[in-house]
C-alpha cells in the first residue's frame, strides 16, 4: 500500500488535482426543458364536429318541365330574388292567357248583371215588374260575384303555376352546387340548385355526455379546422341538444361562427374546447410535472444545478397540453422533463443554448 501511495505521488500533482475536480456538468437539449412562462390558461370539455351554413337550401322544381337556361355556377354569389334558372313555360303560358281572359268575361258579366238589376228595382218602383223579377236580378248579381272570384282564383293558381318556372334565390349567398342543366327534364322534386349563406356558419359538435353539467348557452368555444391548424376560431354555444346520443353517449352542441371574409367554408372538420375555465397564470407543459411523490413537484435548474420543487396546481389546458402552477416556480424558472427528471438533485447541468437564451430573455423583459 505505501508503494502504491508513493507511486502516485511520484506521478505529481496532475492527476490530485484531476480527481479533485468536480465532474462535468450534463447537458440538457430543448427537448428535455421548458421555461415557466406567464400567459392565458385555459380549460374546459374538448369537442369535434362540422362546419356547416347556418342558412342552407336545395331548390328543387315544383311542377315538370324542360330545363331552358342557367344562370349561375357554383361558387358565384347570388342576391335574394336572383332567378337562376328557367323553365319551359308555353303551356302554363296558354293557361295563364286563358284564365286572364275568363277574369274580364267574368267582371264583364258582373257589370251587366249590376245594371239589369239597377233597372229592375227601377221597374219595380214604377210599378211595371213584380218584386220576383228585382230578387232573380239580385242573384244573377251574386252569381256574376262568385263567377269573378272562381275566375280571379283560376288565373291565381294560372299565375302560381307559371312562377314555378322561375327558380329564384331565397337569400343572397353563394351557389353551392347546380344539379341540372339546361337541357333537362325535370319532375317536381328534382334538386336544382343549392344555395348556402356563408357569412355565418354554425359548428355541430359532440361533448362527452359526462361533460354536461359544464355547458352552458354562451359559453366561449375555441376550435381550430382543417386547412387552417395555426389559426384559432372563437364563438359561442347557441344551443345544446336535450338528449344524449345513446350510441356514442354524447352531446350535441351548436356554435354561431361570424364568418367575416368568408374565410371558412362548409364541411370542415373542426376540433376545440369549451373554454368554461380561463386566467392568466404561470404555465408549464403538462410533463414537466412530476407525479411520482404524494405531492405534485417541478424538477428545475436553479444556480445551474437540479432541484426538485414541490407545486400547487390550477386548471390544466388540455388543448394546448399545458397546466397553471399557483405557487412552487417564477417565471423564467426552467423546468427539466422526460428523462431529463432523472437527474439526481444536486447535480450540476448546462442548458443547450436556445433555452438558456429563452430563459434570459424572459428574465429581462420582466
Same mark, same amino acid.
Given at each position: 500500500m505505501?508503494? @502504491? ?20 456538468p450534463i447537458v440538457?437539449?430543448?427537448?428535455d ?11 374546459g370539455?374538448?369537442?369535434t364536429g362540422?362546419l356547416?351554413?347556418?342558412e ?8 315538370a318541365?324542360a330545363? @331552358?337556361?342557367t344562370y349561375?355556377?357554383?361558387?358565384e354569389?347570388v342576391?335574394q330574388?336572383e332567378?337562376l ?10 293557361a295563364y ?8 268575361n ?11 238589376? *239597377? ?10 215588374v213584380a218584386?220576383?223579377d228585382v ?5 244573377n248579381?251574386v252569381?256574376?260575384?262568385a263567377?269573378v272570384?272562381?275566375a280571379?282564383?283560376q288565373?291565381a293558381t294560372?299565375?302560381?303555376? @307559371? ?15 347546380r ?13 336544382i340548385?343549392t ?8 359548428? *355541430? ?17 375555441e376550435f381550430t379546422?382543417?386547412?387552417?391548424a395555426?389559426r384559432?376560431?372563437r364563438g359561442?354555444?347557441?344551443?345544446i341538444n336535450p338528449s ?9 352542441v351548436?356554435t354561431?361562427?361570424p364568418?367575416a371574409?368568408?374565410?371558412?367554408v362548409s ?6 374546447r ?5 386566467r392568466i397564470g404561470?404555465?408549464?407543459?403538462t ?6 411523490m404524494?405531492?405534485?413537484?417541478v424538477?428545475l ?12 396546481l390550477?386548471?390544466?389546458d388540455e388543448?394546448a397540453?399545458?397546466?397553471e ?10 423546468? @427539466? ?8 438533485p444536486g447535480?450540476a ?5 436556445a ?6 430573455r424572459l428574465a429581462?423583459?420582466?
Open positions: 505505501a508503494a @502504491l501511495l508513493i507511486g502516485a505521488c511520484g506521478r505529481g500533482g496532475g492527476s490530485e488535482e484531476a480527481a479533485n475536480e468536480p465532474p462535468a440538457v437539449g430543448p427537448e426543458a421548458a421555461v415557466v412562462i406567464e400567459g392565458p390558461v385555459r380549460s370539455p374538448a369537442l362540422t356547416r351554413a347556418e342552407e337550401a336545395t331548390l328543387r322544381a315544383q311542377l318541365g330545363v @331552358l337556361e349561375a355556377e357554383p361558387g354569389p342576391r330574388g332567378t334558372a328557367r323553365l319551359d313555360s308555353t303551356s302554363l303560358m296558354d292567357n286563358s284564365a286572364r281572359a275568363a277574369v274580364t267574368a267582371q264583364s258579366n258582373l257589370q251587366l248583371a249590376r245594371r239589369n238589376a *239597377e233597372r229592375q228595382r227601377e221597374l219595380f218602383q214604377a210599378g211595371i218584386a220576383r230578387e232573380i236580378a239580385n242573384q248579381v252569381s256574376a260575384q263567377g272570384a272562381q280571379r282564383s288565373l294560372a299565375e302560381k303555376q @307559371l312562377g314555378y318556372t322561375r327558380v329564384v334565390a331565397p337569400f343572397t349567398g353563394v351557389v353551392s352546387e344539379q341540372a342543366a339546361a337541357g333537362d327534364v325535370v319532375q317536381p322534386g328534382t334538386a340548385y344555395i348556402v349563406d356563408p357569412s355565418v356558419l354554425e359548428l *355541430e359538435a359532440s361533448v362527452p355526455a359526462e361533460e354536461r353539467g359544464s355547458l352552458e348557452v354562451g359559453a366561449p368555444v379546422v382543417t386547412g387552417y395555426d384559432v376560431f359561442e354555444i347557441t344551443r344524449v346520443d345513446p350510441a356514442t353517449r354524447q352531446v350535441r351548436y354561431e361562427i364568418n371574409g368568408n374565410a371558412l364541411g370542415l372538420f373542426a376540433e376545440g369549451i373554454a368554461n375555465q380561463s404561470l404555465t408549464v407543459p410533463r414537466a410535472i412530476d407525479r411520482r404524494a405531492k405534485p413537484a424538477v435548474v436553479r444556480a445551474g444545478k437540479v432541484a426538485r420543487q414541490e407545486v400547487q390550477g386548471i390544466t388543448r397540453q399545458r397546466v402552477i399557483r405557487q412552487g416556480v417564477h417565471a423564467g424558472d426552467v423546468v @427539466l422533463m422526460g428523462g431529463a427528471q432523472e437527474i439526481p447535480t447541468v448546462q442548458l443547450a443554448p433555452v438558456r437564451q429563452q430563459a434570459e429581462q423583459a420582466l
